[in-house]
């Protein structure tokens, strides 16, 4: 599987967009085999598993020009460089703790010739900026995430929906979301067709501003 599937979904890429998602491929199969970030298996179809799980989230919220977006516990990646393709006029910060994961997402970066990646290797509580939107793929249950994320949201709101997270979650939400009556959850399967996208969804939860 190649980025055709990501052109299927999002039709309207300009031609240096189309270039660097194909380029993704062959950048992580050859950093995958110095450090290993993606498994075996979902090196063979990382646009479907990896990048087009990733813009998913594009599909419940764009993100205007000049706006922020936290990406915790990016991995190689993903959601981060993704959407910063998607997106090539808002800013994002893509955080992790594993120093050979941002080694990773650091050569990417200039592989593709990114100018919209901000790259920190650290843990999300040491990240003193405020963003827009915090993004992530189920790093943890959303009460250690939401804790993690304290105090790193903007006050203003510059799109229609609050400043808030969207996470990337699968399976039964049900219990784990069940104290917060905010959230609004997605399934990826009413945008994707594909069958790995049949229990994925995203998961919007709106935050407060504190001071």
Sequence with gaps: ???????KYFPHLNEEQRTQFCQLEALYQDWNLKINVVSRKDIDELYLRHVLHSVGIAKVQ?????????????????PGIPLAILFPETHFTLVDSIGKKIKVVKEVVDGLG????IPINSRVEEVNDRFDFIVSRAVAAMPT???WVKGKIKKESVHERRNGILYLK???LEEELKTYKTAEIFDLADYFEEDFFATKK?????LKFKG
């Design 145 to 147: 995430f939401t804790f």
């Design 170 to 172: 699968g399976g039964d």
């Design 202 to 206: 995203v998961v919007y939860l709106p």
């Design 62 to 78: 764009g993100f205007k020009a000049g706006s922020t977006v936290l990406d915790v516990g990016t991995g190689g990646g993903f």
């Design 114 to 117: 990114i100018k919209n990646v």
């Design 1 to 7: 599987m190649n980025a055709e599937i990501i052109f």
